[in-house]
């Protein structure tokens, strides 16, 4: 193994099956991944000349005899969902003699626990502002074990990511970041332990560069910005917008793009038409809770500065798709919020609601104020927002807040109660640019036309004539489908390609809901059969309550 020259072999553990794994959605799409690795795309870009990279994506598919053996060294990044999966790649590196670099938000937050499994080196913070170290340890075979840098990077020195490391055609969409940190203060978020409270923002110019080498690969079709809040800087945000409306436009809308923001955004209008103006369709929000008082416990201010369902409101008339995020087990929440979380829902018929149950992630504020308080347990599972068990003492009952988890999955993914969701988000939506344009004469039905390959058109239709199927034949719900389908076509015909998207996305939620609540309301009765507040046994040093 030459300093000067090595093989550089980056492995993506793969993700346990989640909320976020869309499995049924992927294969009527015909891809294997929700989105390529960014991590390691950026580690290949910021390799030294004459370094050899090749990407493993284990999501894809798995490794080969001859990536081992091509292999100089192993560098390995990993959420927390993906421990198990990156200490398997990590056994199996140092069974074959291969060097191992661990990084990522898990090792960074676990640097020692990673060097105790056999990494030789653990990359904590961001690769921007570490590779340097971590290449003279690789090539003189010395220097720290745990590398880390002590300021955070300017993201203009941040280069264009390896697109053409992945094959497009595997993953459901492509993905960007233009922005790193949130200027919140959220007790139980990760994200400003990792990358601080002040947002860091790549320029228009390298934003832009990036979304030309994602075009240059083939791919068209759907972008994540993968920013933790892509608003925490307004006025930076405005310039990246503007910069991507105007790219967009130059090459015939290739991308539409989904991000998370904070709910603040329903507060600007402007910036709301500044998004659809660059061909944004969904957003992302932590709506978490209803209750007043647990969000004011928790730090989550902005959602107390912003009312949630007039925010809410303001984005989705202005054409934005919200995706809410909701938790359960805050100190502070009443023993009747899963209620009002429904009739949050209901109120402004968001279809897609993600339902968590609150977990301490290693690091944050939340984690060490329970470790203060000795709240802290170990448990039998991996913690999973989705469902899991606890890993700290929740102040309701466990037992109580799992169920009241499985009430809001039941009834909010009931298929006729979230069709009808879908139906009044989309038809209280304004019409979309092109829509207002023919109608006013601006321009013609053929120019507003959107132009798709063969790949894309396929990608559409496959999903298309499953939910016709699915939906339409087989369903309880046949009758409010068609006649909805109908509604909809005749008052917001504009949207009707959202709208059917979101009933494809019902397969999947469907299928979560009667996994999940079963799930949930078997760990309920385990916690009440024991007759404790907490299953769990207290975590090392810490005393049960």
């Not at 697109?163 to 055609?169: A, I, K, N, Q, T």
Request: charged share 25%; net charge neutral; glycine share 8%.
């Amino acid at each position: 193994m030459s300093g000067d020259c090595m093989n550089v072999l980056l492995v993506y553990p793969e993700f346990p099956e989640t909320f976020w794994s869309f499995t049924s959605i992927r294969k009527m799409c015909g891809v294997k991944a929700m989105q390529p690795p960014l991590s390691l795309l950026t580690v290949a870009a910021l390799l030294p000349s004459g370094w050899e990279p090749r990407l493993v994506d284990l999501n894809v598919r798995p490794l080969s005899k001859s990536d081992w053996q091509w292999a100089d060294c192993v560098m390995v990044s990993a959420m927390f969902h993906q421990r198990s999966g990156l200490r398997r790649v990590v056994d199996e590196a140092k069974r074959r003699g291969k060097p191992t670099i661990a990084g990522g938000p898990y090792p960074s937050t676990a640097p020692d626990e990673l060097l105790a499994t056999g990494c030789d080196y653990v990359v904590k913070g961001e690769a921007e502002n570490t590779m340097v170290i971590l290449v003279n340890a690789l090539a003189h075979g010395n220097g720290p074990r745990i590398i880390v840098a002590g300021e955070k990077p300017d993201l203009s020195t941040s280069p264009v990511p390896r697109f053409d490391l992945v094959c497009h055609r595997d993953y459901s969409s492509m993905v960007i970041q233009t922005s790193r940190g949130c200027p919140f203060q959220c007790e139980f978020c990760d994200i400003i332990e990792l990358f601080g409270r002040s947002p860091r923002y790549k320029t228009a110019g390298q934003v832009v560069a990036e979304l030309e080498a994602i075009r240059r690969t083939g791919y068209a079709g759907h972008v994540f910005i993968a920013d933790d809040n892509f608003i925490g800087n307004p006025r930076n945000a405005r310039e990246i917008l503007k910069a991507m409306t105007e790219w967009n436009g130059n090459h015939g809308e290739p991308f539409g793009y989904t991000t998370q923001v904070s709910i603040n955004l329903g507060q600007d209008p402007e910036l709301v038409d500044l998004m659809t103006a660059a061909n944004f369709g969904d957003v992302f929000i932590g709506l978490e809770t209803t209750d007043v008082q647990a969000l004011a416990g928790t730090g989550k201010t902005q959602n107390l500065k912003s009312p949630l369902a007039e925010s809410v409101g303001n984005i989705q008339r202005n054409g934005l798709t919200v995706i809410g995020s909701f938790m359960l087990g805050f100190d502070e929440e009443s023993s009747d919020v899963w209620l009002r979380i429904c009739e949050l829902v209901e109120q402004t018929a968001i279809p897609m609601a993600m339902i968590n149950l609150l977990m301490a992630a290693p690091g944050t504020a939340l984690w060490r104020r329970l470790e203060r308080e000795g709240r802290l347990v170990e448990t039998k599972t991996m913690p999973d927002t989705t469902c899991s068990e606890f890993n700290f003492r929740t102040q309701r009952p466990e037992a109580e807040v799992l169920e009241d988890c499985a009430r809001l999955w039941e009834r909010l993914y009931e298929p006729s109660n979230y069709l009808d969701r879908a139906f009044r988000y989309y038809t209280g939506m304004r019409p979309t640019r092109r829509a207002i344009a023919v109608a006013a004469g601006q321009t013609t039905p053929k120019a507003a036309a959107r132009q798709f390959d063969v790949t894309r058109l396929a990608r559409d239709l496959r999903p298309l004539l499953h939910i016709l199927w699915r939906q339409g034949v087989v369903s309880r719900c046949r009758v409010q489908f068609w006649r909805q389908l109908v509604m909809v076509m005749r008052m917001n015909p504009s949207r009707l390609k959202l709208y059917l998207a979101v009933c494809v996305m019902g397969e999947w939620l469907f299928e979560m809901r009667d996994r999940l609540s079963i799930r949930m309301r078997a760990m309920a009765a385990e916690y009440r059969s024991r007759g404790l507040h907490h299953a769990s046994k207290a975590m090392p040093g810490q005393q049960p309550g």
